[in-house]
């Protein structure tokens, strides 16, 4: 159960990281 | 066609796994790309969720009894780690040099590993859960294997007493897991196997009191006993195919394909 919750938040992290990311890429595309 | 053979996994990467495809795709798209924002503080929220993790992995490996687990899961946990450093050294680039290849690669090198690390820690785990379903099916087994001593009232009694409780764990159970894969194919198979079994179950128990009541009159030994072991066949071979299908994967099956 705390594997699951930590890979949860792991996998929040990176989603906010690359959306952050990929935001200021978008605005050339 | 799911990628992600379990619906707890598939909520926990598949959000990430969308956004990295799309910075991947930005990436090839734009080379040199706009500015990139200072991103020390999402970086260090991974870090932070990745040491988390790394803590309880350890923790995960060194109290389970489960050998493949010890084995499996460290080298996904070194590859999370691993990957956390290159977004922290992309972190350090892009503050010097907004603009910077490297950084970007390293970015999108790192938060891909991430992805692949996460998902070998979680199948890691999910197949150690498994196993400690096909260790139940294996217990029905062996229950059905000492049917042929059953050969009096009280040792049915005995027989029955304790096979319940392992036939009723091995169904829910094998219940349970058919709710969380994706593959509807597998869910199937197993739904339709459990169902066989739950409904053999009945068809054992008079078979062997058939069998025992033969032997105290001496009639119609043979058959009885044939149709008994036919009974126990027949279920075995369902636990078996529960087995089976139990351990498959997606993949497993595109690549048999």
Redesign the interface.
Known sequence: E???????????????????????????? | MPVFHTKTIESILEPVAQQVSRLVILHEEAEDGNAMPDLAVPVRAVKAAVDNLVRVGYETVNSSDDQILKQDMPPALTRVEESSLLLLDASDLLRADPYSGPARKKLIEGSRGILQGTSALLLAFDESEVRKIVRVCKNVLEYLAITEVVDRMEDLVTFVKNLSPVLTRMTKNVDAREKELTHQVHRDMLLRSLEQVKNLTPVLISGIKIFITAKQSGQGLVEAQNNRDYTVRKMSDEIHEIIRVLQLTTYDEEEWD
């Open positions: 705390q594997i699951l919750e930590a890979a949860k938040s792991i996998a929040a992290a990176t989603a906010a990281l690359v959306k952050t990311a990929s935001a200021a890429q978008r605005e050339l595309v």
